[in-house]
């Protein structure tokens, strides 16, 4: 994970304040784009979606468009005669926003002129807190799709079928012809890539096993992008998957077997939407002391708060691959 260094020089104001005062717009604004600065290696799964600006006044719920594609023109055109052509057909898809937030109240003094190190620590958690839940908000979207392959266990080192969730245990290894599968799925139904590739998103338990199985199939990054355009979180490719690598990959664990199940997803190109975390998504909120119900001017406050939803738009574009790991009996889930 990238370190990220807070420069308490952008604080001073070179002059005392009234601890009552409100803090300046620039002084907002450099809290705002610190937090989402910190908040955005965690959005891992928020990154390939079709984003879409929170509108002002607009509301609770947002839309999102899917074009249906064009059938084959195969009627040979009349001489002189103009056709009737054809009309996009469009469909909207919408889901409804809701509101996130939290905080950390302090009752050491806050003082824009001398900063206490409390302060960078809290936006630092208060960061971390804001990308996962946002992060974890999609997540839940994409796994609840329908279109899912279950990898097959061993039973006395033969491989055998599973049909669901709670016949999965640790044998279930996600395996290389898995990843091949998959991509064959989303090209069949002429899944756009997202610059070029298709991607996998992966906890690192499968993709350690993943890494062990591929051998030399297993690319490393650095061999097929530059450093600037890399994804969050990317470690490799496989059979035209880029895969990144989160613990926040869903994790089950139930049933008969009571062994962690993790979820793989394979992802086209416009498969969701999520809303920005920019622009109202993710708001930094710091209060001096004194304000609120505070006569003594003992507190103080640090927080965020944010507008999120996540919408599957192309359920074909998606694909969960369920299975097992070597670390299965002691991964828990999340």
Not at 29 to 35: I, S
Not at 48 to 55: L, N, S, T
Not at 129 to 137: F, K, N, Y
Not at 318 to 328: D, L, M, Q, V
Request: hydrophobic share 35%.
């Amino acid at each position: 994970m990238t370190n990220y260094k807070l420069n308490l020089q952008l604080f001073a104001t070179g002059e005392n304040l009234n601890t009552t005062t409100e803090l300046s717009a620039e002084m907002k604004t450099f809290y705002d784009k610190t937090l989402i600065t910190l908040a955005s290696p965690y959005l891992v799964h928020d990154q390939f979606g079709q984003k879409r600006d929170i509108p002002k006044n607009g509301g609770k719920i947002i839309e999102f468009r899917k074009f249906s594609s064009l059938p084959k023109a195969l009627t040979p055109l009349t001489e002189g005669v103009t056709p009737s052509g054809k009309k996009l057909s469009a469909s909207t898809v919408t889901s409804t926003v809701e509101q996130y937030g939290d905080y950390i109240e302090q009752t050491d003094v806050l003082e824009l002129t001398a900063v206490d190190n409390t302060i960078v620590e809290a936006t630092r958690q208060l960061a971390a807190q804001a990308g996962l839940t946002m992060d974890t908000i999609v997540r839940n979207e994409l796994v609840g799709g329908y279109n899912v392959m279950y990898v097959p266990k061993m039973v006395d080192g033969v491989e055998s079928a599973v049909a669901s969730r709670n016949g999965i245990n640790k044998t279930a290894l996600l395996r290389v012809e898995d990843v091949f599968k998959a991509a064959a799925r989303l090209k069949a139904m002429n899944a756009p890539k997202i610059d070029g590739y298709y991607v996998g998103i992966i906890h690192p338990y499968v993709a350690f096993d993943l890494m062990q199985k591929a051998g030399n199939q297993w690319m490393e990054v650095q061999k097929y992008t530059t450093p600037e355009n890399m994804l969050t979180g990317e470690i490799g490719c496989l059979g035209g998957v880029r895969f990144v690598e989160t613990t926040e990959a869903k994790i089950w664990r139930e049933g008969e077997n009571d062994c962690a199940v993790f979820a793989t997803l394979i992802l086209g190109a416009d498969a969701y939407g999520v809303t920005s975390v920019t622009g109202g998504g993710i708001e930094h909120i710091v209060k001096q002391k004194g304000y609120g119900d505070d006569p003594l001017n003992q507190r103080s406050s640090i927080g965020w708060k944010g507008l999120k939803t996540a919408k599957r738009l192309v359920e074909e574009y998606i694909i969960r691959i369920e299975s097992g790991s070597t670390f299965s009996l002691s991964a828990k889930a999340n």
